[in-house]
């Protein structure tokens, strides 16, 4: 959740995000090795929303983006997604599933229906790139901001959660 790739801070840029994906890629195969008594074949990957920084929300965001095209910053999640599961599915695991939700940046403006968000962009071109496997991606773009997820018998619901607001209490 929350990538927010494309943006630039001190601490933060698309690269950061790259070295995220290296250091839970490692943390998987620990884990996989460390459990591999279970029967773990199946990687679920859930995706809840505001991957790309998006453009348009506020007006100095240009200053703080390392990609400002919108465009550019979704293909490019797509691909380095895209190749970080492959090596996964490679090496690790013999199936993955991808799910996805929108969240609420990457819109083409902060004015702009929440329906034209650039996750779902994201999530088509990952599907794009991985039409040739048997990894699917879900995302419902018809009700893009919330999905139920069975992992063996059990439900979770995927919602990026900006609507949800604390009652002070």
Known sequence: SDQHYGKLTKTYTPDNYEKTLDFIGQQLVANRETYKEFDV????????????????????????????????QCLSLAKHNVSWIRRLRKHIFSGVDIHGVV??????????????????????????????????VYHDENNAFIQKVNVRGHNFLLYHGHDIRNSGG
Not at 55 to 60: A, E, F, K, N, R
């Open 103 to 136: 969240g609420n940046h990457p819109r083409v403006s902060r004015y702009a229906n929440e329906k034209t968000n650039f996750d779902t962009i994201t999530y088509r071109y990952m599907q794009m790139l991985l039409d040739t496997t048997d990894i699917p």
């Open 41 to 72: 074949d199946k990687l679920i990957i859930g995706y809840l929303g505001d991957g790309p920084d998006g453009t348009g929300i506020y007006p100095s965001q240009p200053h703080h983006q390392k990609i400002t095209d919108v465009g550019d």
